[in-house]
């Protein structure tokens, strides 16, 4: 069968998606920055926050799977810690410019999973700041105008998962007619390396409190069961949706349960 591509193979979510979709007999595909020893087949190492990056992404992935590609899998990320222009880029730009470069490549019955985050989950009322940034033609113009906007600029990690909501559904639309479905995860916290600076981007408190509620935080392997659902041929009809896979926190959160 045709191979999926997966980026953030190195660490995390990507590295525990790429290890079951090995285990179920999937080639894979691994992108990543950071170059990786546990990984079985066969890898990128490419920075994904420049568009010259993606464009070599693209062309690799075009030798490696001249037959196309049964997925797509846009997993790697970076935490609000790191500068504005690299969330946004690597977290929303690197989405949107990777699954339409890979468009001739995604055959009828593709699926692409992006991560998005349950923090995002109000995206809707933040809908019209999402489009004028993440379908900005001019990428730079609209990085510029993100830095001089506060409320993004403050809290540049949720505003770019939200960006990654919106453009889940605008990318399924636009694959609509090419039978692509395109669909997101969103985890709550989930142990992996991004979690300690998530800790000094939202506090210790708030994100301990999860893992207070729920027992613990989720495991990456907890994700990557999702992920490979949906990536997978069984989901047929599940396209332009976003799935939360938080244990119940945002249910609780946004509940009158004392
Ligand atoms: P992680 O930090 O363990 O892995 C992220 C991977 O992305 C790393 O291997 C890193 O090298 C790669 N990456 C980052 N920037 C890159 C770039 N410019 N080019 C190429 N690769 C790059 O983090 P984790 O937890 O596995 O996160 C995976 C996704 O899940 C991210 O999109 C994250 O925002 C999202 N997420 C994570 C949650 C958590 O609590 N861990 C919660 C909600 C969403």
Known sequence: SLPIALTGCASGIGAATAALLASRGYTVIGIDRTATTGFAGDFIQADLSTPAGISAVIEKLTTLAPQGLAGLANIAGVPGTAPLRTVLSVNVFAVRELTRGLAPL??????????????????????????????????????????????????????????????????????????????????????????????KDHGQDKVNSAAELLGRFAAPEDIAEVIAYLLSSQPIWVNGTDVRVDGGLVAYRSSSVP
């Open 106 to 199: 995604l055959g009828e019955r593709a699926s692409v999973v992006n991560l998005a985050s349950s923090v995002a989950f109000g995206w809707r009322s933040v809908a019209e700041a999402c489009r004028d940034f993440a379908l900005a033609e001019d990428q730079d113009q609209a990085l510029e105008q993100a830095a001089a906007d506060t409320a993004i600029a403050e809290n540049s990690y949720l505003f770019s998962k939200q960006c990654v909501r919106l453009l889940t559904e605008q990318l399924a639309a636009e694959f609509v007619g090419a039978r692509v479905r395109v669909n997101s995860v969103s985890p709550g916290p989930v142990q992996t390396p991004i979690l300690d600076d998530f800790k």
